[in-house]
């Protein structure tokens, strides 16, 4: 079974559209027989996901330090939800569990994240597709500063265009899994 851990906000942002697009990743990740994972929250955009995924009659493993439990609400109805000791146990069990990585809209917590598991695939320690979700030019932002971090010679074009990008779920999973 495929497994496809999603990065993203533990809060709702300000606008529904966010929520939204979280729990259609969730369900269409589930509507295609593959297995979600992520932080094990039951808030923001993170609970909205799994329920997505949830209400397809998919399978969902959240994973969550001891310190982030009261915080971010566990996930009482997921699949499996899986209690580590800190956030670096976290980041290395979801990399384990999963064949790739796809950034939602976010904050800090979610854009560390995505910038070590897209470091963990330029040092070679994974050969896992990493996507971001450019759900209304959320992430253009960021994308137009990596330009600029390539342009200026900090970054490669391959690391750059190692990074798949979207703004619709479907044709984001089949860039980096192929139709299956």
């Known amino acids: 079974m495929t497994s496809v851990c999603v990065y993203m906000g533990s809060r709702d942002g300000d ?11 969730g369900r269409r990740i589930a509507e295609r027989g593959w297995r979600l994972v992520y932080g094990g929250g039951h808030v ?39 209690r580590v000791p800190d956030m670096h146990a976290r980041k290395a069990r979801m990399s384990a569990l999963s064949d790739g990585f796809i950034a939602l809209p976010g904050g ?45 010679g900090f970054m490669s074009r391959s690391t750059m265009d190692s990074l798949h990008v979207g703004d619709n779920i479907d044709t984001l999973l089949d860039a980096m899994f192929g139709e299956q």
């Not at 606008?15 to 990743?25: F, H, L, T």
């Not at 070679?124 to 990493?130: A, F, I, Q, R, T």
């Not at 759900?135 to 137009?144: I, S």
């Open 108 to 152: 800090i917590g979610t854009f560390e994240e995505l910038f070590e598991i897209w470091t963990w695939s330029y040092l070679e320690l994974h050969s896992k597709p990493v996507a971001m979700l450019n759900t209304d030019g959320f992430y253009t932002p960021l994308l137009e500063f990596l330009e600029n971090t390539t342009q200026h």
């Open 15 to 25: 606008s529904p559209r966010w929520g939204e697009v979280a729990e259609q990743v």
């Open 44 to 82: 923001g955009l993170m609970g909205r996901c799994a329920d997505g995924a949830l209400a397809a009659g998919g399978e969902v493993i959240g994973i969550i330090p001891d310190s982030l439990l009261q915080l971010e609400v566990g996930h009482s109805g997921l699949t499996e939800l899986i």
